[in-house]
């Protein structure tokens, strides 16, 4: 069954495919050639010039056909009563002299013998008259009859020999047997009547024969007619269907040439609805539907730009063309999400450039932009597939690698060996805008295997182990360990802790002393310290740096300047002292905020402490980091008359010409010059060069974390006129400064000679 329906169904498949060939490649050219409207229009013209065509065609054959009727019965059939009735007429004398005849006397009839029979007067009078009309009426009726003969015809022939007949029977039948009856002549009456009938008979011959011929011709006449009838109705039954069914293919026609290019413009739109931008339109022609298929096409070329620019801005950089963030986490998410075994391990490394914002800051940030671009080249030259690399923003940067090694210190490795390819291209030198520029990374490494972590855990850990990269120095790769993890939250915990310090007065102020070369006290040094409730003091190197970074530092160093002051106030009220300085440790991120100079003299007149009595210290690389506003805020407050030092001199890369620059007053040696300074082969020298330094300069100098006499010793063979240590004193509370205070004042008055 179904090889049979198969079979069948290879030539209808076969005769579709042909009409639907002949249609798109002969017909449908053509017809989409022409408007809609215009076709429509031909194909109601068409249909009325067929109509018109049609219907006079059958009026016509319908009046052909009623005119040979017509015909049959004016021309023949009017011509043949005509001849009857003379035939008829011709009987009738007949009958008047059988009549006359009739009426005779048994003894005067002529069969008898008496030949002197005489007729009836009265019967024949009659007869006579009647004889004589009907002469008259056979005479009439066959003038009008020979009127309407045409010339030459068949009929003409055959009405000549009747006329000639009839003259017989008027003259030589007709008036003997008038003149018998009017003489009342029986004999001559019964004679004339038998002589008139052979007469009749011969002429009705001819009559006859005229007859049957108006009867062929109306035959003729009559079969012409109905030819031309049954012409009209073949007409009407084969014409009429067949116009109607080629009128209604062309329609058929025209409909589709308007419902398939709008199924296509449907299917089109439909497409569209779904997404997906890529169907092929063809515009067959020139139409309306042909224009809207081509608007179609403008349009969906249109929308597919403006998709592939949209998925361009939502899923690339557009600096640095590169998988932005957004495209970051889909891929890590599929890392995430990955089900096959062996679960290989994989990482992510977080690049961030070192020094970026200087470089963008100093140079430019056209410059910036030409050198993050640059790092792309290096990058794409570098992480090729299946690795995978995006930038995240600003200077960060972010490599996926592909599987690595279900082995986790064989894919670490690999990891690193990656790194450390990328920091070698980074860090070879690249010329830009005039600059040579030595660039560095630090990267934060961070290992996973599908499903054992969340895309925020997978970035915060190679943050934390960027930073760790940095803080070790940068340039550099650094893997995550999960004691970051820890230190990070211990960190993020006291970071609130010193929030809650702050508003919990947990702060207080230890002073360490400063003395001369005599162990006479010059001042001291403001020391920060954090009692936190459970965990008793905290050193300064723990929580500064977070105070630091949350910005807790700007309220806190306030607090402290403030402090300062008032202590200052508070000396200057008492004798011994009135003379003492008070050094105050500012933090960088204190001394950028645009009103730290005002906050300082602010805090100067309102507790009314005298700004030469306050020493400020600055790190060097505070001091380097934006030289102009560094200058500038210094300058201010020196014309104030508060006087800087710079804390921890020797261990930052701060250049002469730069010293020279700053309004400095004081240079601290650091702790870690002074702490070897009298062991062989120490740090004297260095001593001894920034004591120059400082002589040069007009700079005093103070020596930091002093612990023993060697190390005393050592400073004032150098000349140091200044120092700070355990040695003099530890730092300490106010009430244990203040004894500390006296104790020396009490120890100098009696060394005194
Ligand atoms: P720094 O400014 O260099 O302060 C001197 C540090 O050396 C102090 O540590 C002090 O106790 C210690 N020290 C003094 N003499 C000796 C010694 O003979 N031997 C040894 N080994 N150390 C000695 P501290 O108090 O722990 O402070 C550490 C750092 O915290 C300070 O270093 C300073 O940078 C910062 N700091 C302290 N208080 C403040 C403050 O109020 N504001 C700011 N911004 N930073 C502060
Ligand atoms: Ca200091
Ligand atoms: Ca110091």
Redesign the pocket.
């Known amino acids: 069954m179904l090889t049979q329906r198969s079979t069948a169904d290879v030539p209808a498949q076969a005769g579709a495919a042909w009409l639907d060939g002949l249609w798109h490649r002969s017909l449908a050219p053509q017809i989409h050639r022409w408007r809609i409207g215009t076709r429509l229009a031909a194909m109601m013209a068409l249909a009325a010039a067929v109509a018109v065509a049609l219907t006079a065609w059958g009026v016509r054959g319908l009046g052909e056909s009623a005119e040979s009727l017509h015909r049959v019965y004016q021309e023949r059939m009017k011509p043949v009563r005509m001849l009857s009735q003379i035939a008829q007429h011709m009987l009738a004398n007949q009958h008047q002299l059988q009549m006359a005849l009739a009426r005779l006397p048994l003894s005067g009839h002529p069969s008898t013998g008496r030949s002197a029979a005489q007729l009836d007067a009265a019967t024949a009078h009659n007869a006579a008259s009647a004889i004589e009309r009907n002469v008259q009426t056979i005479d009439t009726l066959w003038h009008a009859y020979v009127e309407r003969i045409a010339p030459n015809s068949a009929e003409q022939g055959l009405a000549e020999r009747f006329a000639r007949k009839r003259a017989d029977y008027l003259q030589l039948a007709m008036a003997p047997a008038l003149a018998a009856l009017r003489n009342l002549d029986a004999a001559q009456t019964l004679e004339r009547a038998a002589s008139a009938r052979q007469y009749y008979e011969r002429a009705n011959e001819d009559i006859q024969a005229l007859i049957d011929l108006q009867f062929d011709s109306a035959l003729a006449a009559y079969e012409t007619g109905m030819l031309r009838y049954q012409n009209t109705r073949t007409l009407a039954l084969i014409a009429l269907p067949t116009a109607m069914l080629a009128l209604g293919l062309l329609g058929l026609w025209q409909i589709r040439s308007i419902t398939h290019p709008l199924r296509a413009v449907i299917a089109v739109f439909h497409r569209m609805a779904q997404g997906r931008l890529d169907s092929a339109i063809a515009v067959p022609g020139r139409d309306e539907v042909s224009t809207l298929l081509n608007e179609l096409q403008t349009l969906q070329y249109r929308l597919a730009d403006n998709e592939r620019a949209i998925h361009r801005l939502a899923y690339y950089d557009v600096l640095t063309d590169l998988p932005n963030r957004r495209l970051l986490r889909e891929r890590i998410e599929d890392a995430l999400q990955t089900r096959t075994a062996p679960l290989a391990h994989r990482a992510l490394l977080l690049l961030d450039l070192d020094h970026f914002k200087t470089i963008n800051d100093t140079l430019g940030h056209e410059v910036g932009d030409e050198l993050l671009r640059e790092t792309t080249q290096r990058l794409q030259a570098v992480v090729q597939p299946p690795h995978f690399v995006a930038r995240i923003g600003g200077d960060e940067f972010v490599v996926l690698t592909g599987a690595l090694d279900t082995d986790y210190s064989h894919a670490l490795a690999c990891a690193h060996a990656l790194a450390q390819q990328i920091l070698s291209a980074l860090a070879a030198p690249c010329q830009m805008a005039g600059h040579t520029l030595h660039g560095s990374t630090s990267i934060g490494v961070c290992m996973f295997r599908p499903g054992n972590a969340t895309i925020k855990e997978l970035l915060k850990r190679a943050d934390l182990a960027m930073y760790q990269a940095k803080s070790e120095g940068r340039n550099q790769a650094c893997a995550f360990d999960p004691a970051m993890q820890a230190r990070l939250e211990e960190s993020t915990a006291l970071t609130a802790a010193l929030h809650q310090g702050l508003q919990n007065a947990e702060f207080s102020l230890?002073f360490?002393p400063q003395v001369d070369a005599q162990g006479h006290p010059l001042g001291a040094?403001?020391?920060?310290r954090w009692k936190h409730p459970q965990q008793g003091l905290i050193?300064?190197?723990r929580f500064?740096p977070l105070a630091e970074s949350s910005g807790l530092?700007v309220p806190i160093?306030h607090w402290?300047l403030r402090q300062a002051c008032m202590q200052l106030k508070v000396w200057e009220a008492e004798r011994h002292t009135e003379r003492l300085e008070l050094a105050?440790?500012?933090?960088a991120r204190?001394f950028r905020q645009p009103d730290f100079a005002m906050q300082v003299v602010q805090a100067l007149q309102e507790t009314g402490a005298n700004p030469s009595r306050l020493v400020l210290?600055l790190t060097e690389s505070l001091a380097m980091e934006d030289l102009d506003d560094t200058t500038t805020k210094m300058e201010l407050l020196r014309s104030h008359g508060i006087r800087f030092a710079l804390?921890?001199f020797g261990t930052g890369f701060s250049s002469l010409s730069v010293l020279r620059q700053l309004p400095l007053q004081v240079l601290k040696i650091d702790?870690s010059f002074v702490r070897d300074i009298a062991s062989h082969g120490g740090s004297a020298p260095i001593v001894s060069t920034i004591m120059g330094l400082a002589r040069d300069l007009g700079l005093q100098v103070v020596a930091?974390?002093?612990?023993t006499f060697a190390q005393h010793q050592a400073l004032r063979t150098q000349q140091c006129p200044c120092f700070?240590?355990?040695?003099f004193s530890?730092?300490l509370p106010l009430a244990e400064f203040d004894n500390w205070l006296h104790a020396s004042i009490s120890l100098a008055t009696r060394d005194q000679p």
């Open positions: 230890h360490q040094e403001v020391l920060l050193p300064p190197s500064i530092i160093g402290v105050v440790n500012v933090s204190q210290e804390d921890d702790g930091e974390g002093v612990e700070q240590g355990y040695l530890r730092p």
